[in-house]
């Protein structure tokens, strides 16, 4: 952490003490012999101790437990109220929506989508991939009533797409399939 506070030009190491200190971190240790959660969290006060506008991070929390994701999460939640701007991939829903105001998804290396966190969790239709365990169950699957999108009938395989009102309940729990 010294040598990249130095390359940084950092002389005070004040926020990469209280860094330390939040993130419980040794930094003694011999880097070769730490954890991957242990130098995960030095990336973390290296990649904000010298207190940058932007940062771009990716799957910052991975190999972190649970009361280190929270702190990040709350490291996120401080930097962007300082005005910082954060740039992170993530495959954790959780962790995304908690943290950021715009959420792009990428597919294929494309982005496909830019959407406010809380649109996810109100979006009226869903996509779900179901294979089945035998033909015959499969082969039940047409003339459910449901948008198929897709079809496999080489893997028992369908695409569907649902309202968010048959899966709360209304509708789903009339047709039970053996999946």
Known sequence: MKYIASLRGLADMTKANKLIKQFELDPSG???RMSKGMKQKIGIVCA??????ILILDEPTSGLDPLMQSNFVELIRQEKSNGRSILMSSH???????????????????????????????NERKTFKIE?????DYSAMPGSGFI?????PEHNQVVIDIEDARIRGRLVSKITYKI
């Open 30 to 32: 011999d880097l070769k």
């Open 92 to 122: 954790m829903f959780e962790e995304v929506e908690d943290t950021c105001d715009r959420i792009g998804m990428i597919k294929g290396g494309k982005l496909i989508s830019i959407v406010d966190p809380k649109d996810i969790r109100r």
């Open 48 to 53: 904000f101790m010298h207190d940058p506008e």
């Open 132 to 136: 089945f365990l035998s033909p015959e």
């Open 148 to 152: 198929l999108k897709e079809q496999k």
